[in-house]
């Protein structure tokens, strides 16, 4: 999970949710906002929309950072003076760099369309009907895989059977 800086949530900005329907924590787009917390979300994998949900039901509040509230509890201190590319935008250079590094040379063949029941492997080029082209990444526990895409990397569910 790379999360280097918090983003401004509001809707149409991206969040990870629960999703009741792939029963996985996905990426979704925000629909709805109430305050600054996320209502309704619609999932990026099945584009089903339901409620907001940080965590799995029955997930006890791990130590991990429950999403919306905290804003920036760790890492990256502001430092104002810094000259060139911030460091939240040196990640967004190396993340452009490293995957048109996968994209060249590639013909279209070399892409599988994106689909939550197809298995994906590590260096796999995927084709997704909404972010277009990505590179698989990593593989990740449960069922899912993290693809970078041109503009982000995303986790997205694969090799679901139902
Ligand atoms: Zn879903």
């Not at 920036?72 to 911030?86: E, Q, V």
């Not at 590179?135 to 895989?145: C, I, S």
């Amino acid at each position: 999970m790379v999360r280097g800086m918090v983003k401004a949530l509001k809707a149409g900005a991206e969040v990870d949710s629960w999703c009741t329907k792939c029963k996985l924590v996905l990426n979704h787009r925000i629909i709805a906002m109430v305050g600054t917390a996320p209502a309704r979300v619609e999932c990026s994998t099945c584009n089903s929309h339901h409620n907001f949900r940080a965590r799995a039901p029955g997930d006890k509040a791990v130590a991990s950072k429950s999403g919306s509230s905290r804003a920036g509890s760790s890492a990256s201190p502001k430092t104002t003076s810094t000259r060139g590319p911030t460091k939240a935008q040196q990640v967004v250079l190396d993340r452009e760099r490293t995957w048109e590094k996968s994209m060249i040379g590639r013909s279209p063949n070399d892409f599988r369309p994106y689909r939550t029941s197809e298995l994906f492997d590590e260096g796999e080029l995927v084709r997704h009907s909404k972010f277009g082209d990505g590179v698989v990444t990593r593989m990740l526990e449960g069922k899912k895989v993290e693809v970078l895409f041109k503009d982000e990397a995303r986790t997205l569910a694969h090799g679901l059977t139902d």
